[in-house]
């Protein structure tokens, strides 16, 4: 079986290893710019299945088709989504996956520059924000796709700190501007919830989608 994974997230390839040890690394490049007035669950998961869904046309060299995921009311992590859509049909299966940070009703992406960095750390700190993780598996035509949400707590957070974080970490690809195996040095965080999901990948959700679209 041929598995692609649709990230060039380093913390991804580690953590899919764990479940997976041999994949093909196929970064996918689609339009992040969505509608923020979407649930944070439906958000990551429309993201991540845009990501496999470019990615699974890329392996059939077929024009890629945009895709929307049907999410009602939040599920809790073992109710996996499940949708049919007319996607190629290609053996290879894609796994894809999106990370958000939300705070009160804002999303807080990759932060653009320095500046933007700071400015997500000072209003996530001393506070709890939600992190989430989309995942989409697709392969055969059909996707299957669901998400992972955790609780984290940063408490205090000096400016100081975060202007070495900032310059000794450079964290210009990670959502929320930190990655939570990096920050702990520089900030006390608590997290209630899947620790791998604030990573960027939920194991659990990931190797329980992989078996649905490989039955």
Do not use: W
Not at 172 to 178: I, M, N, R, S, T
């Amino acid at each position: 079986m041929r598995y692609i994974l649709a990230s060039a997230s380093p913390r991804r390839h580690e953590l899919l290893k764990r479940i997976l040890p041999d994949f093909e690394i196929m970064p996918a490049d689609v339009d992040e710019n969505i509608s923020e007035d979407l649930p944070p669950e439906v958000y990551c998961v429309t993201l991540a299945e845009s990501k496999a869904s470019v990615i699974l046309s890329a392996a059939k060299n077929i024009p890629t088709r945009r895709i929307s995921v049907a999410v009602g009311e939040e599920r809790p992590r073992d109710n996996a989504i499940f949708t049919q859509v007319n996607l190629p049909s290609s053996e290879a299966v894609t796994i894809a996956a999106d990370t958000i940070v939300y705070k009160d009703g804002k999303y807080y992406g990759k932060p653009k520059d320095k500046k933007e960095a700071a400015e997500h750390l000072r209003t996530l700190r001393n506070a709890s924000h939600k992190v989430y993780t989309g995942v989409a598996v697709a392969s055969n035509g059909k996707i299957v796709s669901g998400y992972q949400k955790t609780a984290v707590i940063f408490g205090d957070f000096p400016d100081n700190a975060i202007d070495r974080y900032i310059a000794e970490q450079k964290p210009y690809d990670k959502a929320g501007a930190y990655g939570v195996q990096d920050i702990e040095e520089y900030c006390r965080v608590e997290y209630f919830g899947d620790y791998e999901n604030v990573m960027g990948l939920p194991l659990g959700l990931t190797e329980e989608l992989i078996n649905k679209i490989t039955k």
